[in-house]
């Protein structure tokens, strides 16, 4: 249970608390928008360090995509909060994510099945993680602002249409899932 890795995952889910209140006071909105972009950039390490040092582990499965899901859903609440973020976007996200991790999760905890993350997922998921705080950065007219903007928009774009394509594979493979005996 105690590998880094997962140690790296458990230490993503706890940075959540910290970046969540530095964003939403504006007083060092700046420093929450740096860690949420930290815990996101590290989105990738705890895997690759998993799979580098031979520490990938059933318990590091199910901790990375959850450290990911609650840190994206987390930041994106505190940055529609700050109004840095629209909240239509932001909903794109997270009913996507809710109507995965639940019905999904629930259907599939009865049989002790766990669906893998896809590559597309993983892919999906690091566009947004670069988007969403790039978004915020612009709006916070934070130093190239008007770049960060863009990027951010274009890899919003491309990375919700990633995560709905994701997100019909998911379906599929819960399905799937479902219909063995």
Not at 79 to 98: E, K, N, Y
Request: aromatic share 10%; with cysteine; charged share 15%.
């Amino acid at each position: 249970m105690f590998t880094i890795p997962n140690l790296l995952s458990i230490l993503r889910i706890l940075l959540i608390p910290v970046f969540v209140t530095l964003i939403v006071r504006p007083s060092t909105t700046t420093w929450g928008l740096i860690v949420f972009g930290l815990v996101a950039a590290t989105d990738w390490v705890d895997g690759w360090v998993a799979r580098r040092i031979g520490q990938v582990s059933e318990l590091g499965k199910i901790l990375d995509p959850t450290a990911d899901r609650l840190a994206m859903a987390a930041g994106l609440i505190a940055f529609v909060v700050r109004g840095v973020f629209p909240l239509w976007a932001a909903l794109l996200v997270l009913i996507r994510d809710g109507a995965i991790l639940v019905v999904g999760a629930a259907l599939l905890s009865r049989r002790h099945v766990r669906i893998d993350v896809r590559t597309i997922g993983k892919v999906a998921t690091f566009t947004l993680m670069c988007a969403i705080p790039s978004i915020a950065w612009g709006r916070l007219e934070l130093p190239l602002a008007q770049v960060f903007l863009v990027l951010g928009w274009v890899g919003f774009a491309i990375g919700i249409a990633e995560y709905y394509v994701a997100a019909g594979a998911y379906v599929g493979d819960i399905r799937r899932a479902l219909a063995k005996p």
